[in-house]
């Protein structure tokens, strides 16, 4: 059983919105601290948004005020809600989980999903 599966992806233009969904399972509850990372072709991998066990969160400088990280405890599954999506976001999006905040604040993380791609056009 794959821990973390992203689903939600696809291809949108400039300043549309997409909902990416990465279902948990096995180990992975609400005791983990998760996130969404993003990697374009040719780029290091950027963290894009965590979500801590209190509900805070953190997001990229370049997502603020348009990307909203949630989580839903009952169905084990985090969330990203992209709105004004730019070109520049155009990356493979991926989950990723971890009991430790560091690593996965650092893209350290145990348990990371295959990736949901997310293309924005002009």
């Known amino acids: 059983q794959v821990p973390l599966v992203e689903s939600g992806g696809g291809s949108v233009h400039s300043g549309g919105s997409l909902k990416l969904s990465c279902a948990a399972s096995?180990?992975?509850?609400?005791?983990?601290?998760m996130g969404w990372f993003r990697q374009a072709p040719g780029k290091e991998r950027e963290r894009v948004a965590t979500?801590?066990?209190?509900?805070?969160?953190t997001y990229a400088d370049s997502v603020k005020g348009r990307f909203t990280i949630s989580r839903d405890n009952a169905k084990n599954t985090l969330y990203l809600q992209m709105n004004s999506l730019r070109p520049e976001d155009t990356a493979m999006y991926y989950c990723?989980?971890?009991?430790?905040?560091?690593?996965?604040?650092?893209?350290?993380?145990?348990?990371w999903g295959q990736g949901t791609q997310v293309t924005v056009s002009s």
């Open positions: 990723a989980a971890d009991r430790t905040w560091l690593q996965l604040y650092q893209g350290e993380a145990k348990y």
């Open positions: 096995g180990e992975i509850n609400y005791v983990y601290f």
């Open positions: 979500l801590l066990s209190d509900g805070s969160t």
